[in-house]
């Protein structure tokens, strides 16, 4: 009877790609590899770990002192900035976000400041601005790498949360927070010096 090989590939075919799917799997493995010593070995990789335990630490901090929290956030970026420029990675700064995070700081301080009623109280403001998109960078391309580092952050901004609202229940019930703050009239402040707990508590839920 007559074979019919329609249905199968030529053996020919078979041995000319299997070398080309070696080297694909070569590739990402190795691929892989690196990425994964970039993240977790060297100064680089060490600096990026301690990184994370500050924008873990970064909700428990506005709670108590906002220069304390700002001066994080000035770390997370700067660490940022000295890992792309010692890997020669810049890369990131093509990312359309961040592109318009700088164009925006720009017209902040080449056209808003200049403008403005009061320039060197607005250019206090607005030269300092760039902290917030270099933070933005760090953390969305950076500082997260890993799914541990995902859990280390959420599971303690999960903690951070569960305690403020146990101290603003606190508060509810015997009119002063463990932290020693009273009730704002009619309102409770939990840890906070200011009515504004329930925003906070919205917005690290979210």
Partial sequence: PRRHWSHS???????AESPARRYLRMDIKRLTVEQGEAAGHGWIGKLRQGNVALLAALPALLLFSRGAADTV???IGLSFLIATA????????R????LCLIATWIVLNAVVSPLA?????????SIPWIRFALFFAAVAYWALQTRKDLK???AVWAITLLGVILDGLIQLTTNISLTGQPIAG??????????NIGMFVARLGI
Avoid: H, N, Y
């Fill in 186 to 195: 009619s309102r409770l402040t939990g840890p906070l010096d200011r009515p």
């Fill in 152 to 154: 280390i952050v959420t």
């Fill in 95 to 98: 990312s359309p976000i961040l």
């Fill in 86 to 93: 010692v890997r020669r990675d810049w890369l990131t700064f």
């Fill in 117 to 125: 009623m009061d320039p060197a109280t607005s250019f206090s403001r």
């Fill in 73 to 75: 956030v000035c770390l």
């Fill in 9 to 15: 590939r030529p053996l020919s075919s078979q041995w």
